[in-house]
């Protein structure tokens, strides 16, 4: 019921094409889902983050579309870039510790 | 600069060696947490503080030891407990209470244990 699952564990993406990742939780506990990019030998850093109120939340080329009936929410990457070759990884918060939760991470490889 | 420093950035220790790993953030966050990370297993919680003086095991407690002496430290100790302490380690802080949903992260220590 703690757990994340994120998918898939790999995805190749051609420059200009979207990139989309997926995460389904259990726990309706959970109160905030962000999302956090990590290059290689660094330490993540937060993406874009939605609450369970709201369906969609877009910055910029990066979209979080939340689905709170069925349980899932994905990332939409716009335009795939080189540049965005890199791990992606969902979240939850547990609301009343402030824990979050991770998905087992996606490696994303934007193709030229 | 605001941010969190952990160093080193990699660290090699013998098998039955204790090892401290530094966490220090001058963000002014109460809670802090260090995380574990290995290939294809996302991030996992190992201990983590929301208070000075004060800290709560995570998921993967075991072989590992944790003090916070000052707010802005929160230094880890792997012990030769731990049976599998390759790794990379990630400390991360966040503000309290109902600004304390964005976790800030390290940029990580690479521990190696032959």
């Known amino acids: 019921q703690q757990q994340v699952k994120q998918s898939p564990q790999s995805l190749i993406v051609q420059k200009g094409g979207i990139s989309i990742i997926n995460c389904a939780y259990e726990?309706?506990?959970?109160?905030?889902f962000p999302w956090y990019q990590q290059f290689p030998g660094k330490g993540p850093a937060l993406l874009i983050a939605?609450?369970?109120?709201?369906s969609e939340k877009k910055e910029g080329r990066f979209t979080i579309s939340f689905n709170k009936s069925a349980k899932q929410f994905s990332l939409h990457i716009m335009d795939s870039q080189p540049g965005d070759s890199a791990t992606y990884f969902c979240?939850?918060?547990?609301?009343?510790?402030?824990?979050?939760?991770f998905g087992q991470g996606t490696t994303l490889q934007v193709k030229p | 600069d605001g941010g969190i420093t952990q160093s080193p950035k990699y660290l090699f220790r013998k098998e039955g060696q204790n090892v401290t790993l530094s966490c220090e953030q001058n963000?002014?966050?109460?809670?802090m947490y260090w995380y574990r990370q290995d290939p294809g297993q996302g991030l996992r919680l190992i201990y983590y503080?929301?208070?000075?003086?004060?800290?709560q095991k995570g998921d993967i407690a075991e072989g590992y030891s944790v003090s916070r002496e000052k707010k802005e430290s929160f230094p880890l100790t792997v012990t030769s407990a731990q049976k599998n302490p390759t790794a990379f380690y990630l400390c991360?802080?966040?503000?309290?209470?109902?600004?304390?949903?964005?976790?800030?992260f390290g940029p990580g220590t690479r521990l190696t244990v032959t």
């Open positions: 963000l002014n966050h109460d809670a």
């Open positions: 991360a802080s966040s503000a309290s209470g109902t600004r304390g949903f964005v976790q800030y």
């Open positions: 939605i609450r369970p109120d709201v």
């Open positions: 503080s929301q208070i000075v003086n004060d800290f």
């Open positions: 726990n309706t506990a959970f109160d905030y």
């Open positions: 979240a939850a918060r547990r609301g009343n510790t402030g824990k979050l939760i």
